[in-house]
């Protein structure tokens, strides 16, 4: 699980708006595994995990979303005090800018995942799958 595929698209900040996404996802089928959602401007900037991008992208077309896909680092923690403080060290002695990060559930053992957005996506897919194996 050392890479996901992420959607970035940008919805009104008004009431509802998101909720018509969500919905239009699940009703095709689409399960968010992470998400982030960031007002600015009169605008959401929201990022996802999902569990089909295939069908996602169809759905963010359906509803006339223009999207970016992006690779993503991501790593499944423990749930327990220090692991974002561990792996986010093994980044940052690597030399990897963590650009932004959030979580979500592993949808086969509701484990806590982290989604890093870092430009090195391989290298730090690599170290946090070493990093997740030594814990």
Same mark, same amino acid.
């Given at each position: 699980?050392? %890479?996901?595929? =992420? $959607? %970035?698209?940008? !919805?009104? *900040?008004?009431?509802?708006?998101?909720?018509?996404?969500?919905?239009? $996802? /699940?009703?095709? @089928?689409?399960?968010? $595994? /992470?998400?982030?959602?960031? #007002?600015?401007? @009169?605008?959401?900037?929201?990022?996802?995990?999902?569990?089909?991008?295939?069908? /996602?992208?169809?759905?963010? *077309?359906? =509803? @006339?979303?223009?999207?970016?896909? #992006?690779?993503? &680092?991501?790593?499944? !923690?423990?749930?327990?005090?220090?692991? !974002?403080?561990?792996?986010? &060290?093994?980044? @940052?002695?690597? =030399?990897?800018?963590?650009?932004? +990060?959030?979580?979500?559930? *592993?949808? %086969?053992?509701? %484990?806590?995942?982290?989604?890093?957005?870092?430009? =090195?996506?391989?290298?730090?897919? &690599?170290? !946090? *799958?070493?990093? /997740? +194996? #030594?814990?």
């Amino acid at each position: 699980m050392p %890479t996901s595929k =992420e $959607l %970035t698209f940008h !919805l009104e *900040d008004r009431p509802g708006s998101l909720a018509k996404v969500c919905r239009a $996802l /699940a009703d095709s @089928g689409v399960n968010i $595994l /992470a998400f982030q959602s960031i #007002a600015s401007e @009169g605008k959401g900037r929201v990022r996802c995990v999902v569990d089909n991008p295939i069908v /996602a992208k169809r759905v963010l *077309d359906n =509803e @006339g979303l223009s999207y970016s896909e #992006a690779e993503v &680092a991501q790593v499944r !923690l423990r749930h327990r005090p220090g692991e !974002l403080a561990r792996v986010s &060290a093994q980044l @940052g002695e690597a =030399e990897i800018n963590i650009k932004y +990060a959030y979580c979500g559930v *592993d949808s %086969t053992s509701n %484990t806590p995942v982290m989604i890093f957005g870092v430009e =090195e996506v391989e290298q730090a897919a &690599a170290i !946090l *799958d070493r990093t /997740a +194996a #030594a814990a």
